[in-house]
């Protein structure tokens, strides 16, 4: 997959309807890409170590559940949340 690809899948998992609370989180990710999905984002690099769809649809549904299970708002602000994890996994 090119990376245009994997920007546009992305894109298209982060903006599907969240069907729970964990995909709500949704919304805080794209913010976090300030809702610019094009290769001259820096921040989306990441995706050139992820293979398939598979595996972006897996890194998303692991960011949004550790949301759910690990974020504090009164100690962390969303952004940083987004930042350690596409930096330390």
């Known amino acids: 997959?090119?990376?245009?690809k994997k920007i546009e899948h992305l894109e298209q998992v982060l903006?599907?309807?969240?069907e729970n609370f964990a995909?709500?989180?949704k919304s805080d990710i794209i913010l976090f890409f300030d809702?610019?999905?094009?290769?001259?984002n820096t921040q989306l690099f990441f995706l050139n170590d992820l293979n398939s769809k598979e595996e972006i649809q897996?890194?998303?549904e692991i960011l949004t559940s550790r949301f759910v299970m690990k974020f504090e708002a009164e100690f962390?602000?969303?952004n940083d949340f987004i930042n350690d994890y596409l930096e330390n996994g």
């Open 1 to 4: 997959m090119t990376l245009s």
């Open 15 to 18: 903006n599907q309807p969240a």
């Open 23 to 25: 995909n709500s989180f």
């Open 35 to 40: 809702d610019n999905f094009s290769e001259n």
């Open 58 to 60: 897996s890194w998303v």
């Open 76 to 78: 962390e602000a969303e």
